[in-house]
Structures are given as C-alpha cells and as structure tokens.
C-alpha cells in the first residue's frame, strides 16, 4: 500500500493513477480528509474499475503505509514532514519528488533555490530520522503524461543512500508502462536531479510542450 502525501495535486494525482493501473493499493493523502476522499474517487475512476484507491488525511495515510511518497510544493515539504514525523513507521521507506525551485510573478518556476542540506530529498531525510530510508525519485515525469492514456517515455533517476529504498523506488518506476528506473546512486546526487528538472520545465515551457522527458543512453539496461 502506498500513501502519496500531495496526492491531490496533479503529479500526485497522475502517479496514483499508473500505480492503481498495476495493482497497487494507493491511499491520496491531503490536509483535508474530505478532499482527498473527493479526489482518490476521481482518480479511482480514471484508473479503472479494479483501482484501490481511497483518501485520509495526512497522518493516517502515513500510518497506514510502508511505502510513502511525497509530492509537495518545496515550500511546504520541511514543516509536513515535522509534522508527519511521528506517524511514520520505523522501516517506512519515504520516496520525495520535491523540487526547490522559486516561482514568478504568474506562477511559473524560475530557478533552483539553494538548500542548506543540499537538496529537498537531502532536507527530507535530516527532518525525519533515520528510522525512514529516503530516496529521491520521480521528479522527471509529467503530470500531463501521468495522467493520460500513453505510455510515459522518460526514465526516472533514483538516488539513495539505502539499497532497499533504492529498490522500492525503482520497482515502483518500473510499474509504470514506458519508464525506466535508472540508479543515480547517493541521496547527494538528488540535488543535481532535482536542478535537471527544472532544465527540464524550462524546455517544456520554451518549446510550449508538456511530456519532455529524459532517456540516459549508452547503459546497456
């Protein structure tokens, strides 16, 4: 079972939905318990009818889950994961998608703010505890993609300190149709992920796409 904390929002939404596809159990996580009922049914009905997929809020779907992904704006991420800490399990693998990036006047993304831990995923593991594996994973995926019918050509580059975690994050890449989980080893390597995908909203927006995406060549995987 996997609980996506920011699961209402649309990179959320669009990873609930491709694991609901593969079977996976998903419980969409939001400050607003009645919120995230009214959007795991959407999403349930996105995803089909064999979908498993319910809302809670925030500190019950932490409890409920081994496996918890975040998918919040940066500004949040450190002070729901205060928040958060107490709920998690011990073991519990975290995967963060968070990008620090800072936002203009009309709402798009300008540039990568400058983390004191080194990166937002660097930042989530220090918040909770080494109790909770972190890895950092899914930052390249579009929302828009995710949320559609096609497969998604992209490969997801996973960054951890924790073999297990590493595993469970890749495992997860992989149940989406079309993406690749390539190892991108230590949790620091997660900060130049994370300034690669704000390159990689840059080119969506210049070149006014929305399913850019990366493919590593040459690996032989």
Do not use: Y
Request: charged fraction near 20%; hydrophobic fraction near 50%.
């Amino acid at each position: 079972m996997i609980a996506i904390v920011g699961g209402t929002g649309p990179e959320g939404s669009g990873l609930a939905i491709r694991w609901a596809r593969a079977g996976e159990s998903v419980i969409i996580g939001s400050r607003d318990a009645e919120r995230a009922r009214a959007a795991a049914a959407q999403i349930a009905e996105k995803a089909g009818a064999l979908a498993s997929v319910e809302g809670a809020g925030n500190v019950t779907a932490v409890k409920m889950c081994d496996v918890v992904v975040v998918t919040v704006p940066f500004a949040g991420q450190a002070d729901l994961l205060k928040e958060l800490k107490p709920s998690f399990r011990t073991g519990t693998v975290l995967i963060d998608a968070t990008v620090p990036l800072a936002t203009a006047v009309g709402g798009r993304p300008t540039r990568v703010l400058g983390v004191w831990q080194g990166s937002a995923a660097e930042q989530a593991q220090e918040v909770v505890g080494k109790n909770v594996a972190v890895a950092a994973a899914f930052h390249s995926l579009s929302s828009t993609v995710l949320a559609g019918e096609d497969d998604v050509d992209c490969d997801v580059i996973v960054c951890s300190d924790d073999d297990r975690a590493r595993q469970v994050a890749s495992e997860l890449a992989a149940k989406i149709p079309g993406v690749r989980a390539i190892d991108g080893g230590k949790l620091e390597n997660a900060r130049i992920v994370e300034a690669m995908t704000a390159l990689l909203i840059t080119l969506n927006i210049r070149h006014k796409v929305h399913g850019a995406g990366w493919r590593v060549t040459g690996l032989g995987i």
